[in-house]
């Protein structure tokens, strides 16, 4: 189920450049949302993590380890043209399809971080800078 949302927030990686689209870390990898949520950037996947609100994503850039983060949001009218796919975990009947009760800590960081994923890659025509987090 797509999200009815218009925007979602990224914090980029340190390798990522927002002028050149985002892409996940392994396009053709085969994990499971359940994986990829809760081992994160631990494991590589085919799946681009996004948040669904502003400020979830400067919650989330606040923990990393080596800031300042960029923070970008992205069009998401524009991203259904380029025919990803979108799992919008902050939905609960996606939440329970993708993330068994049982991983409590996979469906912890999804509520937590209210996490949207995209699987495919973003153009840069759907992408815009928002802020360095710290500012």
Do not use: W
Request: glycine share 2%.
């Amino acid at each position: 189920m797509a999200t009815q949302r218009k925007y979602l927030y990224r914090v980029l990686r340190d390798d990522e450049n927002y002028r050149e689209g985002i892409e996940a870390e392994d396009p053709d990898a085969d994990k499971t949302v359940e994986n990829h949520v809760e081992y994160g950037s631990y494991r590589t996947s085919q799946f681009i993590s996004t948040c669904a609100t502003l400020e979830a994503a400067r919650t989330f850039a606040s923990k990393s380890r080596n800031p300042p983060k960029i923070i970008v949001r992205i069009n998401v009218e524009e991203l259904k043209k380029e025919n990803v796919e979108i799992i919008d975990l902050t939905i609960k009947s996606v939440l329970d399809k993708h993330i068994s009760a049982k991983r409590t800590t996979a469906r912890f960081y999804a509520t937590k971080d209210k996490e949207i994923l995209i699987k495919g890659s973003i153009p840069p025509s759907c992408v815009k800078f928002v802020e360095y987090f710290p500012n």
